[in-house]
């Protein structure tokens, strides 16, 4: 996405609302007669769409495609959204970005810098977050300290 944002100027991605729906079942749920609800509450019923999901899908489907089931189900099944720019550093939870695996050893070493060891966060790879990030940088940095240690017991000074 960075790499088509700094080309292109956009990317654009596309997000499945309702992941563990078929297009076809979300079409006749949305075909529901929605009498004297709200499109939010309709939404809410028929596909389980609230929060950041509706106010995205307000935010980008045009007006006249919620009177449509079908319209509103591709809508949902693949909303565009249009980047023009990473947020800001400041309010990243994670980067990306940092030493390739190729300028390592298998142990975490950097090859042009003998006795320097990197993990976690330090190497260029990307994870979502919740978890998988710790989990990567705990296992790395285990890794990494263990072959550091070793490294510094063959490799002593004096």
């Not at 809410?44 to 950041?52: M, N, S």
């Not at 693949?78 to 390739?100: D, F, K, N, Q, Y």
Request: overall charge positive; aromatic content about 6%; hydrophobic content about 45%.
């Amino acid at each position: 996405v960075r790499e088509m944002i700094a080309a292109e100027g956009t990317a654009t991605v596309w997000l499945d609302l309702t992941p563990d729906r078929m297009v076809k079942q979300l079409t006749q749920d949305l075909s529901r007669p929605r009498g004297k609800r709200t499109v939010a509450t309709h939404l809410k019923r028929c596909a389980g769409i609230t929060g950041v999901k509706a106010g995205l899908l307000r935010e980008v489907v045009p007006n006249d495609v919620f009177t449509d089931p079908a319209r509103l189900a591709a809508a949902i099944k693949s909303l565009p959204l249009t980047l023009v720019a990473p947020r800001p550093i400041e309010e990243v939870i994670s980067t990306a970005g940092g030493l390739s695996f190729e300028a390592l050893d298998g142990n975490f070493m950097v090859r042009s810098l003998p006795g320097v060891f990197c993990a976690g966060e330090m190497l260029d790879w990307e994870a979502p977050t919740g978890g998988y990030l710790l989990t990567a940088c705990l296992a790395t940095g285990r890794l990494a300290g263990g072959k550091a240690a070793q490294w510094s017991k063959t490799h002593a000074m004096g």
